[in-house]
Structures are given as C-alpha cells and as structure tokens.
C-alpha cells in the first residue's frame, strides 16, 4: 500500500505561480513512477506530466510544456510540480499518483496504482 497526500493548492492570479508537493508513505519510493492528473469542473481528469524512478525522465501534457516542472526528492519520498504563468484554464483538482511496475513512463490513469485526495488549484482571472 502507497499513502499519497498532496499540498500547496491555494487561489493564486493568472501569471502567478505555486508548488505542489505530494508526500509519499508505505512503500519504497524510489521504487515509483509518480505522474500528477487534473480534474478541472465538468471534465475528466487529465495527465499533467509524470516523472521517472530516478528523475531522468519526465514528461508534459502540451497545455503546460514550458510552463510546468516536475521534480522529486527520494530522500524526502516526495514528488513536486512547479506551476509558473498560470492561467485559469489551468483551474482543477490536482492529484498525484503512484505506479508501482514497469517501466515506462505512462499518461493513462488506469497505468496508476495509488492516488492522493487531491489538492484545489484556483487560478483567477
């Protein structure tokens, strides 16, 4: 079992900026992919970005390339998203999410094993 828990969502202006981050319990987390989705009202939820076992490779959903990183810490058992420029659009619920096997990065929440509860990102206008 992988325990998630998210922070850092807030109400922020459109160019400003915030940083998630999502602590990590239970299981190895060097072992983990870790990836990070949205649900914005109304929609599905969607890949943001995600992010290798040793950090060497990530990648970006086309809405946010440039204007999000993602990071992690394995000595902190810790993922990060920097979110930069930001834009209404960008206004959901944020999660993060653990994948256990394999080792392709993956964009598909089914590829996912674990989830957080979400933290809310309001980006106003």
């Known amino acids: 079992q992988v325990q998630l828990v998210e922070s850092g969502g807030g109400l922020v202006q459109a160019g400003g900026s915030l940083r998630l981050s999502c602590a990590a319990s239970?299981?190895?987390?060097?072992?983990?992919?870790m990836g990070w989705f949205r649900q914005a009202p109304g929609k599905e939820r969607e890949f943001v970005t995600n992010?290798?076992?040793?950090?060497?490779?990530?990648t970006y959903a086309d809405s946010v390339k440039g204007r999000f990183t993602i990071s992690r810490d394995n000595a902190k058992n810790t993922v990060y998203l920097q979110m930069n420029s930001l834009k209404p659009e960008d206004t959901a619920v944020y999660y993060c999410?653990?994948?256990?096997?394999?080792?392709?990065?993956?964009?598909?929440?089914?590829?996912?094993?674990?989830w957080g509860q979400g933290t809310q990102v309001t980006v106003s206008s």
């Open positions: 992010i290798s076992r040793n950090s060497g490779s990530t």
């Open positions: 999410a653990a994948k256990v096997g394999g080792l392709m990065l993956a964009d598909r929440e089914a590829s996912y094993d674990y």
């Open positions: 239970g299981r190895t987390f060097a072992a983990l992919i």
